[in-house]
C-alpha cells in the first residue's frame, strides 16, 4: 500500500501503527461508529423524535422493555431507543468533532506564536490560558443556557473554547523544543521569513503530537458533551444524543429497573471513547518509537 | 578557476560584543545581568584564506559566527562584509549579503529537517531566492534541480538519492548535504560552526578534504570552529584562539604551532597528545588550576588572569590589549607588553 511516501516519516509510523493490535481495534470500532453515524438513516428503523403510542389507546408508550418492534424498548416519551441510539452518533460526533477543530486551530495558533516569537506574546497569552483554565464551564454553560436558547452551537463552541488550552501548550512545549534546533537556525541562515520557518519546518516537525492530541482532544469532548447534556445544559431535546439520552437515569425508577434505557448509550459512550483513546495510544507510539 | 587575490579582506570584525540578558520577573522583566557571550573581539578574514577559530566548550565560538551571520543581533561592533555593515544594514541589503554567507553546522542529525528530501533541502536556498527575486541570474524549477543535482555530485552523493530523507543517510553523507546546502547560493564564505567535531575521524578527514578542494575550485573563504587543534591545524591560513568571549591570540597557524605565546594558548596546545610515543612521554603538560569563570562577570583585568600560571599584578585591573608581535602574530597579554 502507497498510502504515504516511501520511507518518510509517516510511511514508518503507519507501519508501526499496523502492528499494535490494540490501535487497529481501535480504529476499526471508531471507523464503525463514523460509519453507523454517517448512515443513520439507512440503520435506524424509525425516526429519532417518532412518538410511539400503545395500541390502540391514546396513550405514549412510555418504558417499553426491548421487544421486537423496539430493539432497545422505549424512553420516558415513547420514542424507540434503538433509533435514537443511532442518530445520537451523529450528533455526539459532529459536537466532538467541530470543538475540537475549533480547540485545535485555536490552540495551534496561539501555540505557534506564543513558542516561536516568545517574550511579551507569550507572557500574554499564556496568562489567559491560565485563566481559561481556571475557568468554570459548568457554570458558563448553565449561565449562557439561562439567557439564550440553547443551541448544539453553543455547546460546540463553549467545548472548543475551554479546551484550545491544552493544545496550545503542547504546540508551545513543542515549538521551543524545535526551535533551537539547528535546521531552524540554517532556514534562518539561508533567509526564510517566519512565516515560512512557522509553517515549513515548525509544523511539519510538530504535526505527530498535535494529532495526538487531536484524538485524546476529540475522545473528552465527546465525554463532556455526555455530562454537559446528562446536566441538561448541553445537546437539547429532542435532539438525540448519548449524553441527553442519559438524562433518563437521573430517574431513579428508571436507574434501577430500566437499564435498556441507560445501559445502551452508557456503553457506546465508553466504547468510541476507549477506542479512539487507543487509536491516539498507537499513533503516540507510532510517531515516537523511542519512548 | 579562481585567481588568488592576495590580502583583499572579505570580513571584517570590529570590537564585536554579543551579551544575553539575563532576566527575572513576571511578566515585566528586569534585566538583571548579561550572559557575555562574546566580549569584544576584531579580526579580519582575507578573501581565500581560512580562519580557524579554537577554544574550549562555551568560549564563545559559535556565538560568533552566528553574530557575525546575524543571527543574533550582536550588542554593539561591527561586522564588516564586502563593504556593507551588516550590524546596520537595512534587511534588503542583509538578504542579498545572506547570499554570500552561509553556514555548515555542528550536528549533521539536527541541521537537516527530518520532514524534507534531500532534493528540498539543498534546494531551499535556492526557492527562496527566487521567489524574493534575488538570484543573481533568474532560475526556474528545472534549473533549480539541475543545480541541486550538480550540488549533490560536487560534494560526493549520488545524485539518485535526491528523493530520499535525511534519516536514510550516515552522519558524513548528512554533513555533505549540509555542504551542497550552503554552497547552493554560491557564497562567497562558509561560516562552519564544528563541521566536523561529531563526525568519525576517519569521515572528518573525508569532509576536511572535501572542504579543501572546494576551497581551491571555488574561492570560497571559511571561519572554521573546531575545538580539535590537529583539525585546525591542517585546515586553517590563520588561527584565532578564545577564552571567555575574548580572542587571547591570532596569528599564522605554522606560527602559532611553532611558538605559541599566551599562557593559555600554551596550555592548550600542551593538553594535545603526540602521536609518536617518544616525544609523547617526554611531553610537558601545563595543568590549568581552577574552572573556567563564569561568562556572566563582568571583568576589570584580564579574562585568564584566575588561571593564568604567569599572572602579574597588573593582570588583575587592566585588560591586555592585542600586542603586534610581527609576522602577522597578536597576543592578548601583558607579558608581551
Not at chain 1, 113 to 120: N, S
Not at chain 1, 166 to 171: D, F, W, Y
Not at chain 1, 199 to 213: D, G, R, S, T
Not at chain 2, 245 to 256: A, D, H
Request: with cysteine; glycine share 6%; aromatic share 10%.
Amino acid at each position: 500500500m502507497t498510502l504515504f511516501k516511501k520511507n518518510s516519516f509517516y510511511d514508518f509510523a503507519y507501519k508501526r501503527f499496523k502492528k499494535n493490535k490494540l490501535a487497529v481495534i481501535g480504529a476499526a470500532v471508531t471507523l464503525l461508529f463514523v460509519v453507523m453515524a454517517i448512515f443513520a438513516p439507512l440503520i435506524a428503523p424509525y425516526e429519532p423524535s417518532e412518538f410511539f403510542f400503545v395500541e390502540g389507546q391514546n396513550v405514549y408508550n412510555k418504558y417499553a422493555p426491548p421487544s421486537d418492534g423496539h430493539l432497545l424498548g422505549t424512553d420516558s416519551l415513547g420514542r424507540d431507543v434503538f433509533s435514537r441510539l443511532i442518530y445520537g452518533a451523529r450528533v455526539t460526533m459532529m459536537v466532538a468533532l467541530l470543538a475540537v477543530s475549533i480547540s485545535t486551530v485555536i490552540g495551534t495558533f496561539i501555540g505557534l506564536i506564543t513558542g516561536y516569537f516568545g517574550k511579551l506574546v507569550d507572557a500574554i497569552f499564556m496568562r489567559i490560558v491560565d485563566i481559561v483554565i481556571s475557568f468554570p464551564v459548568l457554570f458558563l454553560l448553565i449561565s449562557i443556557s439561562t439567557i439564550m436558547k440553547p443551541s448544539i452551537w453553543i455547546v460546540i463552541f463553549a467545548i472548543g473554547f475551554v479546551s484550545w488550552t491544552s493544545t496550545a501548550r503542547l504546540v508551545r512545549g513543542e515549538v521551543l523544543r524545535v526551535k533551537q534546533l539547528d535546521y531552524i537556525v540554517a532556514a534562518n541562515a539561508c533567509g526564510s521569513s517566519s512565516l515560512k520557518i512557522i509553517l515549513k519546518h515548525i509544523l511539519p516537525n510538530i504535526l505527530a503530537p498535535i494529532m495526538v492530541q487531536i484524538t485524546i482532544g476529540t475522545a473528552q469532548a465527546i465525554l463532556m458533551e455526555a455530562s454537559l447534556s446528562f446536566l441538561g445544559v448541553g445537546v437539547q431535546q429532542p435532539t438525540p444524543s448519548w449524553g441527553n439520552m442519559l438524562m433518563d437515569a437521573q430517574k431513579l425508577l428508571v436507574l434501577r429497573d430500566m437499564p435498556w434505557i441507560w445501559i445502551p448509550p452508557g456503553i457506546v459512550n465508553l466504547l468510541l471513547v476507549l477506542a479512539i483513546y487507543f487509536v491516539g495510544d498507537g499513533l503516540r507510539d507510532a510517531f515516537d518509537p523511542k519512548q | 578557476m579562481y585567481k588568488k587575490d592576495e590580502k583583499k579582506i572579505l570580513l571584517e570584525v570590529v570590537d564585536l560584543k554579543q551579551h544575553f540578558p539575563i532576566e527575572t520577573g513576571f511578566i515585566f522583566k528586569k534585566q538583571v545581568g548579561a550572559v557575555r557571550a562574546v566580549d569584544g573581539i576584531s579580526f579580519t578574514v582575507n578573501s581565500g584564506e581560512t580562519l580557524g577559530i579554537v577554544g574550549e566548550s562555551g568560549c564563545g565560538k559559535s556565538t560568533t559566527v552566528r553574530s557575525i551571520a546575524q543571527l543574533y543581533k550582536p550588542t554593539s561592533g561591527s561586522v564588516v562584509f564586502d563593504g556593507l555593515d551588516l550590524v546596520n544594514a537595512p534587511k534588503n541589503e542583509m538578504l542579498k549579503a545572506r547570499k554570500n554567507i552561509q553556514m555548515i553546522f555542528q550536528d549533521p542529525y539536527a541541521s537537516l529537517d527530518p520532514r524534507m528530501t534531500v532534493r528540498t533541502i539543498i534546494g531551499e536556498p535556492l526557492d527562496i531566492y527566487m521567489r524574493r527575486g534575488l538570484l543573481d541570474e533568474p532560475m526556474d524549477k528545472e534549473m533549480i534541480e539541475k543545480r541541486v543535482e550538480d550540488l549533490m555530485e560536487r560534494v560526493g552523493l549520488n545524485r539518485a538519492f535526491k528523493n530520499r530523507y535525511p534519516h536514510e543517510f550516515s552522519g558524513g553523507q548528512r554533513q555533505r548535504i549540509g555542504i551542497a546546502r550552503a554552497l547552493a547560493l554560491n557564497p562567497k564564505i562558509i561560516l562552519a560552526d564544528e563541521p566536523v567535531s561529531a563526525l568519525d575521524v576517519s569521515i572528518q578527514s573525508q569532509i576536511l578534504n572535501l572542504l579543501s578542494d572546494l576551497q581551491k575550485d571555488l574561492g570560497l573563504t571559511y571561519v572554521f570552529i573546531a575545538h580539535d587543534l590537529a583539525v585546525i591545524e591542517y585546515i586553517s591560513t590563520r588561527v584565532a584562539v578564545m577564552y571567555l568571549g575574548k580572542i587571547v591570540e591570532l596569528s599564522k597557524s605554522s606560527e602559532l604551532y611553532h611558538n605559541p605565546l599566551h599562557p593559555y594558548t600554551k596550555a592548550l596546545l600542551s593538553a594535545a597528545p603526540i602521536p609518536d610515543p617518544v616525544i609523547e612521554r617526554k611531553r610537558q603538560r601545563i595543568i590549568l588550576t581552577g574552572d573556567v569563570p563564569s561568562p556572566n562577570k563582568e571583568h576589570k583585568g584580564c579574562y585568564f588572569y584566575e588561571r593564568c600560571p604567569m599572572r602579574m599584578e597588573k593582570c588583575a585591573t587592566n585588560i591586555p590589549p592585542m600586542h603586534a608581535m610581527g609576522n602577522d602574530h597578536a597576543v592578548a597579554c601583558w607579558l608581551y607588553e
